[in-house]
């Protein structure tokens, strides 16, 4: 998608962004959203040999609003997984 993910914020989030959007509608909805994640963001559960991997079947059971450390507003939305689907990979 072009967005650099490792960059500070700079600016108010809000739920007219397309992205922000869709996942707020999908809460609202309860159906579920598939999980792909990418090697791009430092975190604990990206792929471990780069690359794209399916994570599975989430459920968004919250979104919100906040304000960052900046004074900036994130909005936040909180996935829990489908139960029923195979384990994930363990991460090391």
Do not use: M
Not at 4 to 27: E, G
Not at 37 to 60: A, E, I, M, N
Not at 70 to 91: H, S
């Amino acid at each position: 998608r072009g967005q650099n993910r490792s960059a500070d914020q700079s600016f108010h989030q809000d739920w007219s962004n397309l992205t922000n959007a869709s996942l707020k509608r999908t809460h609202e909805s309860g159906k579920p959203v598939r999980v792909i994640r990418g090697p791009k963001v430092t975190s604990q559960f990206r792929p471990k040999d780069g690359g794209f991997r399916y994570d599975g079947l989430y459920t968004v059971t919250n979104a919100y609003q906040r304000l960052n450390d900046k004074k900036l507003r994130q909005c936040v939305f909180q996935l829990t997984r489908c139960p029923g689907q195979p384990p994930l990979p363990t991460v090391k």
